[in-house]
């Protein structure tokens, strides 16, 4: 593992810097007071700690999730993210001089195409993939070259020091404010992408998914509230023209794969006229840590 990320890992049991250390053929993490965390041979480190409460997305999800990145559906939103990314590194390098370099986090980071795309934008960052599914992270892991990725519990104590990183990514996932806030930079931003009211909204009626909560908004900053302040937002909406195959694969991806009886599901896709136009629709919020 990069010894750039490595050094600003943290025991998840006593929160003690982690060094990576050889045990016979295989290699792990370990801290001062001997807890060690061995590294997967698909390159990712287990830094739970204890059991974690869900399994995350399934093989399946993870699979159709990588698929529809790879068409470049969800492209604009990297691109974004990256942009927003880039402006926020420059805040922190002007805030701070005596930072080494910048870590981006992907808190809930999926297959990492989000934080690839960040990096590539940010030839000096190393990044870090947090996910609690095993499948996700195997893909992170090789998402880019100087990403690593870790099992982690975004509801527990993050396994990062204390004001390490200078970006936090958060797409579509789970969000920990205090935890958030600890590990951030003061100078840094935590960017958070949300689904607008009229996101897939074409697929909802038709295929029977989950809608969007109309108080996603508040629920966000009630999520953020007192560790953080809303700065920019920006929303992003494109049209896309899927086939068949395409929609039942965004419709795998996402979280309706955990409510659709798979059946049903495909003999409702397969009654779409092609090409079926689908919104995707998206707001990007930089939120500031509050100081305190």
């Known amino acids: ?5 490595v050094d600003r890992l943290r025991c998840p049991v006593c929160a003690e810097p982690l060094t990576e250390i ?24 287990n830094l739970l700690a204890g059991r974690a ?16 990145l790879a068409a470049g559906h969800y492209d604009p939103i990297s691109a974004a993210l990256a942009a927003a990314a880039a402006q926020a590194v420059r805040h922190v390098a002007e805030a701070r001089a005596d930072v080494a370099y910048p870590l ?49 519990d975004t509801w527990q104590r993050l396994p990062l020091a204390d004001a390490g990183t200078a970006v936090l990514l958060n797409v579509f996932a789970p969000r920990n404010g205090a935890e958030f806030h600890r590990v951030l930079d ?6 958070v992408v949300t689904p607008a009211e009229d996101h897939l909204t074409e697929l909802v009626g038709a295929l029977g998914l989950l809608r969007v ?16 302040t809303p700065g920019a937002s920006t929303l992003h909406r494109r049209e896309l023209a899927l086939t068949g195959p395409e929609v039942a694969t965004l419709v795998g ?10 059946a049903g599901l495909a003999a409702r896709v397969a009654a779409l006229t092609e090409p079926v136009r ?8 930089t939120w500031h840590p509050t100081q305190v």
């Open 213 to 228: 909560d109309p108080a996603k908004a508040d629920r966000v900053a009630e999520s953020l509230g007192g560790h953080f």
């Open 53 to 68: 409460p869900h399994a995350g997305d399934t093989a399946e999800m993870v699979a159709a999730r990588a698929d529809f």
């Open 253 to 262: 991806m996402g979280p309706s794969a955990w409510h659709t009886d798979p």
């Open 104 to 152: 981006v986090v992907d808190a809930g980071a999926g297959t990492g195409r989000h934080l690839a795309a960040v990096l590539a934008a940010l030839p000096d960052a190393a990044g870090l993939a947090l996910d609690v599914s095993k499948p996700a992270l195997r893909r992170a892991a090789r998402a880019h070259p100087r990403a690593a990725a870790a099992l982690a």
């Open 1 to 5: 593992m990069d010894p750039r990320i």
């Open 186 to 191: 003061p100078a840094g931003a935590l960017l």
């Open 22 to 45: 050889a045990t016979g053929g295989a290699r792990a993490l370990r801290c001062p007071r001997r807890h060690s965390f061995d590294l997967a041979r698909q390159g990712y480190v």
């Open 278 to 285: 689908v919104t995707v629709a998206v707001r990007l919020t």
